[in-house]
């Protein structure tokens, strides 16, 4: 006996074949998983907590006991670019003396050094390096405008330690408003979702579903101020708020100890400038706002990290950029500059009118000139200025005199300051702010 199939018969059997091989499984949060999970990293730290109740104190003191206790935390990260730099939560990372990174799909556990941090976001840039030749696997970053409400979402790190977690939601609330100037981040600054975020959760990642990175997770919300359970309430700091705090922390006006004078767009590609600083080597080599840059030296950069590190590489040397202007490609050649030979005390000086030495505590005023701004405030020498602009002084001259230089014309800056004061016999410390505008 024979059959004879018929062409239309033939071409459903195949059809029917080709469906058996297709796996009804895979689909896009299966691969937005497989595509974001090797940049995900288990955050391992151990630091040391001071005692501070009295009585702990003395009882620890005549046991001849340690004077701290050893503190071991668990968070999450994920890395931003292939050289080794990741992010995490400041949270995860605040006090530790060692910081142990591990890829949830790998074996070989990284020592991590802390970057910079930036504890009013919340968001810290951490350091592993690589073996030689080898690249880690970096997650693209999102477009900070491109959040769709009730969008799935999921979340990925290392909850309760349990390692290579994901869950899935979807983005609840957006950013409800933009913090203003120098209000703490909080609830209402922070995108919601009801993916399940727990504790070792913070400074993961939450991701779309084309596996790119739309915030860091930061909290959860167990109950009410009343005490009442809450379920399916967790938040992230906006990709926004995360670029915002990266150009901050990394900013590529300065390279190393030298000057450039320009910022590039973090999270963006090609990169465009996004300021130039006036009397800078970048702003005499002609580059302007909205320029973007095509290549340094012949190689081009991909990352705003890579960017600093091309210009870095070269800084001794002269540094050829070709951007790209409206239709137009330009190329632009400069030289850096070393900062100590701007950024100093002579520029404070003639900033505010004071000379400033820096010491464990914030920077003391040795001198005031006179018809200064310094003068007109009522600001006198020894005087300790041990914050400014509400956050903790800048680490040496330098960065006093940079925080200075990037103030606008008539842009205040507020020193919080600390004297001495003599009153009926006693020594009397007293605190002040003071508002001065640089000239």
Known sequence: MSFKLSTSLLLCLCFAAGAQETDIRRDATVNAVEQVMPSVVNIATKGKKPVRDVFDQFQRQMLNQPMYDEVVSQGSGVVIDDSGYLLTNFHVINGAD????????GTNIYEATVVKTDAKTDVALLKIEPRPGQKFHAIKMAKE?????GETVLAMGNPLGLGGSVTKGILSSKSRVAPQQGEALDLPNWLQTDAPINPGNSGGPLVDLRGELIGINVAVLNETPRGEPVQGIGFAIPIRLVENALSEIFPTEYVGSYWFGARVKVGSYP???TSVQPDSPAG????????VVMQINGKV???FIEFGNLLASSAQKRISITYKRADSVQEATLRLVPETTVFNAELIREKLGLGVERNSYGFIINEVDPNSPAADAGLTPNTLIWAVDRQTPPDDIVGFAKLLYAKRKGESVLLHVLNVERSGGFNILRRNVVELIPR
């Open 271 to 273: 990169l465009a400038l």
């Open 284 to 291: 005499k080599a002609g580059l302007k706002v909205g320029d």
């Open 145 to 149: 405008d491109d959040l769709l409400l």
């Open 301 to 303: 950069p991909k990352t």
């Open 98 to 105: 060692e910081i142990q990174v591990q890829f949830v799909n």
